[in-house]
């Protein structure tokens, strides 16, 4: 899982596009599509440029009415979830 410090990075097998305002993600070595609601769209577009955990709330609770630590567990939530089917991948700042 990730950690405070290590950047958040879109990996190479994903391809997406944006649908009616929500992002549409294909795993191109799987064929999978995963469908992100217009929050989701939104990280996934904030996530275009690789950033942290921290930031990434930051910019998110400027766009929205929400609770830092709400924001940091929903976000920490997809995130994993992300992670998991090898769509995002943690890196080292530095």
Do not use: N
Request: net charge negative; glycine share 8%.
């Amino acid at each position: 899982m990730q950690t405070a410090e290590q950047l958040i990075v879109l990996t190479s097998q994903a391809v997406s596009c944006e649908l009616g305002g929500e992002a549409v993600i294909l795993d191109i070595r799987s064929g999978q599509y995963f469908a992100l609601s217009p929050v989701g769209a939104q990280i996934w577009k904030l996530l275009e440029s690789p950033c942290t955990l921290a930031s990434l709330c930051a910019k998110l609770a400027e766009e929205y009415d929400v609770e830092p630590a709400r924001c940091e567990a929903d976000v920490s939530a997809l995130l994993g979830q992300l992670a998991g089917h090898g769509l995002i991948a943690f890196e080292e700042c530095g």
